[in-house]
């Protein structure tokens, strides 16, 4: 089992930053990938970015030259770092581990941005 507690979020104005944090426990020595994924009212969760173990990244295209994600493998964390901020970033952002043969999820954190 792994557990994930996200925090970081909150309100911003539009070009603002804010920086997510994801630290997990549990058995976290056969997580694979992490990421960070959102949703929005009404709309389906959507990947934001993604790092593997070695740190291979990916971004949704949405957030490519404005969030970095990374990891630090001895705390057990991942970070999303996001910048230029948008009133479309708004959503509810949760943090994802994934291990051979499941995928943990946690339980969010709303970032709002206003315009």
């Known amino acids: 089992q792994v557990q994930l507690v996200e925090s970081g979020g909150g309100l911003v104005q539009a070009g603002g930053s804010l920086r997510l944090s994801c630290v997990a426990s549990?058995?976290?020595?056969?997580?694979?990938?992490m990421g960070w994924y959102r949703q929005a009212p009404g709309k389906q969760r959507e990947l934001v970015a993604a790092?593997?173990?070695?740190?291979?990244?990916n971004y949704a295209d949405s957030v490519k030259g404005r969030f970095t994600i990374s990891r630090d493998n001895a705390k057990n964390t991942v970070y999303l770092e996001m910048m230029s901020l948008k009133p479309e970033d708004t959503a509810v952002y949760f943090c994802n581990a994934g291990v051979i043969l499941n995928v943990y999820w946690g339980q969010g954190t709303q970032v709002t941005v206003s315009s």
């Open positions: 549990g058995i976290t020595a056969n997580i694979r990938t």
């Open positions: 790092i593997s173990r070695g740190g291979s990244t």
